[in-house]
């Protein structure tokens, strides 16, 4: 008779290293690493099956501080890499981590790539609007007007709204949470992990030495009630500390406009519901700035499509069984030969 | 139905001549279909048993502007009844299909070699804009060739009247006319190509392959009725005194990739090909995602980086990651080259070199990156470079790629160049089973584990791959300590790790054959050194010198990094060394920085291969003047 060993659960710290956290005291990527390790464990993910793959920056580091396999790669390359390692085996559960520079600008060309391909992989992006490894350059995520050692005067050049760029790359899942929000972000995980093809989380981050404050403006608990909005599927798009505040679609605009609920004849009914099958809606609420708007926080976007790997391995499959695989002595002998006879 | 060609016995052998080497030059337009004309020659000429050896030479313009002189595309087949290395200095025949492919070629005819020429497309206009003053049929420029005129167009549309085809894919036959007319001239047999032309158009357009093989046969015809004026004999070739065994006609292209599938094969893992498309390389990604049910991945990626990073990618995962691209795309990857190095993962980079800098000369051949694969990397990142020197030798050239990366844990650069990947050879194939194993032991749960434990031999880390429990490690391109395999910024660790870093790849030259002389004596007056492509040529010129009683010897070096243990020892031996090489001296530079011999250069950077007539010059040259 089989007797059953409970398989031990796996916790938190099981999915930590034993290496020293090298990051600046008070970085928000510790705050990620926590939330990673939690969802982690929340989920039993099998350390061996999980790999962390990232490019170079602050946040790339990552992989170094998780119990999994890890490959700490170069600047901006991370997806490209992902791409090879998850078509080589499919079966590897693989989580991407990028700084803003990393993803966006040196790596701005496989991040689009890598989404449109659908690559099942969970792509996450730590941004902190500025280049945080190399000591504090803006990035370009960085907000214009942005003093830094590079534009002493200020940045000049407008910035890439992340999410707004996963979606224009054709992205089927994109998420924006926060390094705080620990109530969040790891719902966020999940879902990113939940999703098959290339789920886009960007995660707001604090970079306590080179940036610090730079979203306080909506972030700080005093603030966020006001100026972030949750949006879930099916729910409607309602914030506000008394959650009298709402998103309504201006249909002559075709833009978003922000109104309260009893106030100039505005009722419940005019107010948006959030689908995260809808593309457009996606892209608006992605566009959300603060402080003229909530900056929307959630899963904008989610709609699954067949992933790049899955269908590359149906190719090979449709050719296993159109033209099985001969010995390799016949494979030189296809097509014309001819032989020469002895003597 | 399948055509089956029936001739009739006329012109007899008796009439034709017999001779034991001809170069036969196919020049057009783009759109003449010289490639395919020249390709259907080739595959007849195989299957008739003649030795053989073929230069395709195509413009970079896809569709050039008809009838310019840089829209001409040739293909240049040597074959003959022994055993010949180049696709010859000059050609006997050219078939010139226009003014254009006139104007280009003439200048490599020798003076009395024949001229076949289509004089339908010598129209004024295209004179002109061939760049010649007066129309050269009349104006005696060809006074001194053997001239066979023809209205290869008008003989064409006649040939396919009544078939049905429209006049514009009537015209498009005429490649196959001149074909017919060639393989008259020279006995081939003309049912390959009707195979291929049925299994191309057959089922998909019958009208079209109705029209190619009547054109064919017309050409054919033509020569058979002895319509030609007299003064052009038909010639025999007779059959080659080869090595028995099966033969195949291959390209360096389908070698490489034969190569790559069974160095995959015999490592006992798959094969991830990650490639961004260029010329000459491109051919590589065509012919590999056709082998996919061999355990082959193909990637066709957004840029080379992302090429070489999601090989890499695959690597890390167990497979074994091949690249490829040529000088230009190969720069793009470098610094994910030095990752694998770093990271030290197996990694195979194909470069099918080109004529450079930058975009050069795409469609030409050059071995100008030897310098890059050898030295072009930033920091000490020595790594095993692999060159192949006849499209048959891609084949195991791109075995022994696979077996240095994975048994070195390294990457390696497999050169090979433009004239390699498109020029075909018959090719005795080998038996597989006769490569030795060489399967990959993949870390599995121990005590011991860490990523940079080293084999005491071959000084490669150990591999373990995701998926595995118990081996969860963390590698990058940060230097890592020798001891534990962790991040370490340590001085010591630094320099030691750099140090075993090289002696890795140094260890090689312990694992390679010793360097062998390929034709000529061990010691003596003067060795000629060459690597990659121009095997052929050098081979063939020393051998003739050899003849001619000179003292000389062919070194062909095929590990160019690290060198064969004896090469010191083997050039010492010589009075001079010259080295032959298509780029303005590379492989000069290393034989002296590594063994301080004065070697001479012989450089021809026209993006040509080398012709065997200047060699023997150069050769004879050398032993005749003093150092
Ligand atoms: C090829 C290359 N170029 C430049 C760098 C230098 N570099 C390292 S990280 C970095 C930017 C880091 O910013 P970000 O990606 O936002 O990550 P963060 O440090 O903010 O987490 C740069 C420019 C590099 N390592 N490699
Ligand atoms: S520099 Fe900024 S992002 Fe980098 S570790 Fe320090 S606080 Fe974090
Ligand atoms: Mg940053």
Redesign the interface.
Request: proline fraction near 6%; aromatic fraction near 8%.
């Given at each position: 008779m089989n007797v059953q060993t409970p398989v031990e659960q796996l916790k938190p710290a099981d999915y930590a290293?034993d290496?020293e956290v090298r990051w600046c005291p008070g970085c928000g990527d510790y705050a990620i690493v926590k939330s990673v390790q939690r969802t982690m464990a929340e989920l039993q993910l099998a350390?061996?099956?999980s790999?962390f793959?990232s490019g170079?920056g602050c946040a790339a580091r990552f992989?170094?501080y998780?119990?999994?396999?890890?490959?700490?790669?170069?600047h901006g390359?991370a997806p490209?890499?992902?791409?090879?390692?998850?078509?080589?085996?499919p079966?590897?559960d693989i989580w991407v981590v990028m700084g803003d520079g990393d993803c966006l600008s040196i790596g701005g060309?496989?991040t689009?790539?890598a989404l449109r391909r659908n690559v099942d992989i969970q792509m996450l992006l730590f941004n902190n609007e500025i280049y945080g490894l190399t000591k504090g350059q803006y990035s370009p995520t960085s907000r214009l007007g942005t003093r830094s050692p590079s534009t002493p005067q200020g940045s000049i050049d407008a910035p890439v709204n992340a999410t707004v760029f996963a979606l224009g790359a054709g992205a089927r899942f994109v998420a924006r949470s926060v390094d705080t929000n620990q109530k969040h972000l790891p719902v966020m995980l999940k879902r990113a992990h939940a999703h098959r093809g290339a789920s886009f989380v960007e995660i707001i981050q604090n970079c306590i030495v080179y940036n610090d404050g730079a979203f306080s403006g909506w972030t700080d608990k005093a603030a966020a009630a006001d100026s972030q909005i949750q949006v879930e599927h099916g729910k409607k798009l309602v914030f506000g500390k008394d959650g009298d505040k709402g998103l309504r679609l201006d249909p002559a605009t075709l833009s978003l406009e922000v109104v309260t609920i009893g106030e100039n004849g505005i009722g419940e009914d005019d107010i948006l519901v959030h689908d995260e099958t809808n593309r457009l809606l996606a892209n608006l609420l992605g566009s959300m700035e603060h402080p003229e708007f909530p900056v929307a926080i959630g899963v904008l976007y989610c709609d699954p499509a067949e992933t790049y790997d899955a269908a590359?391995h149906r190719?090979?499959g449709e050719?296993?069984e159109k033209?099985?695989?001969t010995?390799?002595?016949t494979?030189?002998?296809r097509?014309?030969?001819?032989?020469?006879?002895?003597? | 139905m399948a055509t089956k060609l029936v001739d009739t016995p006329s012109g007899g052998e008796s009439q034709r001549e017999s001779v034991d080497s001809v170069v036969i030059r196919f020049a057009g337009d783009s759109g003449d279909g010289m490639q395919l004309t020249g390709t259907q020659f080739t595959q007849s000429t195989a299957l008739m048993g003649n030795d053989l050896a073929t230069f395709p030479d195509f413009p970079a313009e896809i569709r050039a502007p008809v009838g310019t002189t840089y829209g001409v595309s040739a293909f240049q087949i040597n074959f003959a009844s022994y055993d010949i290395m180049t696709p010859g200095d000059a050609p006997d025949v050219l078939v010139a299909m226009n003014p254009a492919a006139l104007k280009v070629h003439l200048r490599d005819v020798p003076k009395g070699g024949t001229i076949v020429l289509n004089t339908d497309a010598f129209t004024n206009r295209n004179i002109a804009k061939a760049g010649f003053e007066a129309n050269p049929l009349e104006d005696g420029t060809l006074d001194n060739y053997v001239t066979v005129e023809i209205d290869i167009q008008k003989m064409t549309l006649a040939s396919v009247a009544g078939i049905g085809v429209t006049n514009k894919e009537a015209v498009r036959c005429k490649n196959m006319w001149a074909l017919g007319l060639m393989c008259w001239m020279y006995d081939r047999d003309r049912q390959p190509t009707v195979d291929w032309i049925e299994q191309r158009f057959g089922k998909r357009a019958p009208e079209i392959a109705k029209a190619n093989i009547a054109a064919l046969n017309a050409g054919h015809a033509y020569g058979e009725t002895a319509e030609l004026p007299s003064g052009i004999p038909a010639y025999i070739v007779p059959k080659a005194d080869v090595q028995p065994g099966v033969y195949r006609a291959v390209t360096g292209t389908e070698a490489v990739a034969w190569g790559l599938v069974t160095g995959a094969h015999k490592a006992g893992i798959p094969l991830f090909f990650g490639s961004y498309p260029i010329t000459p390389a491109s051919a590589l990604l065509h012919n590999l995602s056709n082998l996919k049910q061999y355990g082959v991945t193909t990637f066709q990626a957004e840029d080379e980086i992302a090429a070489v990073c999601s090989a890499i990618g695959a690597s890390f995962a167990g497979s074994i990651g091949v690249t490829s691209s040529s000088g230009p795309g190969v720069a793009l990857k470098t610094e994910g080259i030095t990752l694998a190095f770093a990271a030290e993962l197996p990694l195979v980079i194909v470069n099918s070199q080109r004529g450079g800098p930058s975009t050069g000369l795409p469609t030409k051949t050059e071995q100008s990156d030897l310098y890059q694969a050898v030295y072009g990397r930033n920091a000490d990142s020595p790594l095993p470079v692999v060159a192949s020197c006849t499209a048959g030798d891609c084949f195991f050239a791109a075995i022994e790629a696979v077996r240095l990366a994975v048994t070195y844990m390294t990457p390696v650069i497999l050169l090979t160049d433009g004239y390699l990947a498109n020029a075909a050879e018959p090719w005795e194939i080998p038996d597989v089973d006769d490569v030795a194993d060489f399967k990959i032991d993949f870390a599995a749960g121990s005590e011991e584990f860490h990523p940079f434990l080293r084999d005491e031999k071959t000084l490669a880390r150990n591999w373990a791959v995701p998926g595995t429990p118990g081996l969860m490690h963390r590698i990058g391109g940060i230097e890592k300590s020798y001891d534990t395999g962790h991040i370490s910024y340590d001085p010591e660790n630094h320099h030691r790790m750099t140090k075993v870093r090289a002696a890795k790849v140094d260890g090689i030259a312990d694992d390679i054959p010793l360097q062998e002389v390929a034709a000529g004596p061990s010691t003596g007056k003067l060795a000629v050194i060459g690597w990659g492509s121009t095997f052929g040529a050098i081979n063939q010129a020393v051998e003739r010198s050899l003849a001619a009683g000179l003292d000389v010897a062919h070194i062909h070096i095929r590990h160019i990094w690290p060198l064969p243990r004896n090469l010191g020892e083997l050039l010492a031996g010589y009075d001079r060394i010259l080295v032959p090489e298509m780029n303005n001296g590379q492989l000069i530079t290393v034989l002296r920085d590594r063994f301080l011999v004065p070697a001479e250069g012989l450089n021809q950077i026209s993006g040509l291969p080398f012709k065997v007539s200047d060699l023997e010059a150069a050769i004879r040259e050398r032993l005749e003047s003093q150092p």
């Amino acid at each position: 008779m089989n007797v059953q060993t409970p398989v031990e659960q796996l916790k938190p710290a099981d999915y930590a290293s034993d290496q020293e956290v090298r990051w600046c005291p008070g970085c928000g990527d510790y705050a990620i690493v926590k939330s990673v390790q939690r969802t982690m464990a929340e989920l039993q993910l099998a350390p061996e099956n999980s790999v962390f793959i990232s490019g170079i920056g602050c946040a790339a580091r990552f992989p170094y501080y998780m119990a999994t396999y890890g490959f700490h790669t170069i600047h901006g390359r991370a997806p490209a890499i992902a791409t090879g390692t998850k078509l080589a085996n499919p079966e590897l559960d693989i989580w991407v981590v990028m700084g803003d520079g990393d993803c966006l600008s040196i790596g701005g060309n496989h991040t689009l790539h890598a989404l449109r391909r659908n690559v099942d992989i969970q792509m996450l992006l730590f941004n902190n609007e500025i280049y945080g490894l190399t000591k504090g350059q803006y990035s370009p995520t960085s907000r214009l007007g942005t003093r830094s050692p590079s534009t002493p005067q200020g940045s000049i050049d407008a910035p890439v709204n992340a999410t707004v760029f996963a979606l224009g790359a054709g992205a089927r899942f994109v998420a924006r949470s926060v390094d705080t929000n620990q109530k969040h972000l790891p719902v966020m995980l999940k879902r990113a992990h939940a999703h098959r093809g290339a789920s886009f989380v960007e995660i707001i981050q604090n970079c306590i030495v080179y940036n610090d404050g730079a979203f306080s403006g909506w972030t700080d608990k005093a603030a966020a009630a006001d100026s972030q909005i949750q949006v879930e599927h099916g729910k409607k798009l309602v914030f506000g500390k008394d959650g009298d505040k709402g998103l309504r679609l201006d249909p002559a605009t075709l833009s978003l406009e922000v109104v309260t609920i009893g106030e100039n004849g505005i009722g419940e009914d005019d107010i948006l519901v959030h689908d995260e099958t809808n593309r457009l809606l996606a892209n608006l609420l992605g566009s959300m700035e603060h402080p003229e708007f909530p900056v929307a926080i959630g899963v904008l976007y989610c709609d699954p499509a067949e992933t790049y790997d899955a269908a590359v391995h149906r190719q090979i499959g449709e050719t296993l069984e159109k033209t099985p695989p001969t010995d390799l002595n016949t494979m030189l002998r296809r097509g014309r030969t001819w032989t020469v006879a002895p003597g | 139905m399948a055509t089956k060609l029936v001739d009739t016995p006329s012109g007899g052998e008796s009439q034709r001549e017999s001779v034991d080497s001809v170069v036969i030059r196919f020049a057009g337009d783009s759109g003449d279909g010289m490639q395919l004309t020249g390709t259907q020659f080739t595959q007849s000429t195989a299957l008739m048993g003649n030795d053989l050896a073929t230069f395709p030479d195509f413009p970079a313009e896809i569709r050039a502007p008809v009838g310019t002189t840089y829209g001409v595309s040739a293909f240049q087949i040597n074959f003959a009844s022994y055993d010949i290395m180049t696709p010859g200095d000059a050609p006997d025949v050219l078939v010139a299909m226009n003014p254009a492919a006139l104007k280009v070629h003439l200048r490599d005819v020798p003076k009395g070699g024949t001229i076949v020429l289509n004089t339908d497309a010598f129209t004024n206009r295209n004179i002109a804009k061939a760049g010649f003053e007066a129309n050269p049929l009349e104006d005696g420029t060809l006074d001194n060739y053997v001239t066979v005129e023809i209205d290869i167009q008008k003989m064409t549309l006649a040939s396919v009247a009544g078939i049905g085809v429209t006049n514009k894919e009537a015209v498009r036959c005429k490649n196959m006319w001149a074909l017919g007319l060639m393989c008259w001239m020279y006995d081939r047999d003309r049912q390959p190509t009707v195979d291929w032309i049925e299994q191309r158009f057959g089922k998909r357009a019958p009208e079209i392959a109705k029209a190619n093989i009547a054109a064919l046969n017309a050409g054919h015809a033509y020569g058979e009725t002895a319509e030609l004026p007299s003064g052009i004999p038909a010639y025999i070739v007779p059959k080659a005194d080869v090595q028995p065994g099966v033969y195949r006609a291959v390209t360096g292209t389908e070698a490489v990739a034969w190569g790559l599938v069974t160095g995959a094969h015999k490592a006992g893992i798959p094969l991830f090909f990650g490639s961004y498309p260029i010329t000459p390389a491109s051919a590589l990604l065509h012919n590999l995602s056709n082998l996919k049910q061999y355990g082959v991945t193909t990637f066709q990626a957004e840029d080379e980086i992302a090429a070489v990073c999601s090989a890499i990618g695959a690597s890390f995962a167990g497979s074994i990651g091949v690249t490829s691209s040529s000088g230009p795309g190969v720069a793009l990857k470098t610094e994910g080259i030095t990752l694998a190095f770093a990271a030290e993962l197996p990694l195979v980079i194909v470069n099918s070199q080109r004529g450079g800098p930058s975009t050069g000369l795409p469609t030409k051949t050059e071995q100008s990156d030897l310098y890059q694969a050898v030295y072009g990397r930033n920091a000490d990142s020595p790594l095993p470079v692999v060159a192949s020197c006849t499209a048959g030798d891609c084949f195991f050239a791109a075995i022994e790629a696979v077996r240095l990366a994975v048994t070195y844990m390294t990457p390696v650069i497999l050169l090979t160049d433009g004239y390699l990947a498109n020029a075909a050879e018959p090719w005795e194939i080998p038996d597989v089973d006769d490569v030795a194993d060489f399967k990959i032991d993949f870390a599995a749960g121990s005590e011991e584990f860490h990523p940079f434990l080293r084999d005491e031999k071959t000084l490669a880390r150990n591999w373990a791959v995701p998926g595995t429990p118990g081996l969860m490690h963390r590698i990058g391109g940060i230097e890592k300590s020798y001891d534990t395999g962790h991040i370490s910024y340590d001085p010591e660790n630094h320099h030691r790790m750099t140090k075993v870093r090289a002696a890795k790849v140094d260890g090689i030259a312990d694992d390679i054959p010793l360097q062998e002389v390929a034709a000529g004596p061990s010691t003596g007056k003067l060795a000629v050194i060459g690597w990659g492509s121009t095997f052929g040529a050098i081979n063939q010129a020393v051998e003739r010198s050899l003849a001619a009683g000179l003292d000389v010897a062919h070194i062909h070096i095929r590990h160019i990094w690290p060198l064969p243990r004896n090469l010191g020892e083997l050039l010492a031996g010589y009075d001079r060394i010259l080295v032959p090489e298509m780029n303005n001296g590379q492989l000069i530079t290393v034989l002296r920085d590594r063994f301080l011999v004065p070697a001479e250069g012989l450089n021809q950077i026209s993006g040509l291969p080398f012709k065997v007539s200047d060699l023997e010059a150069a050769i004879r040259e050398r032993l005749e003047s003093q150092p």
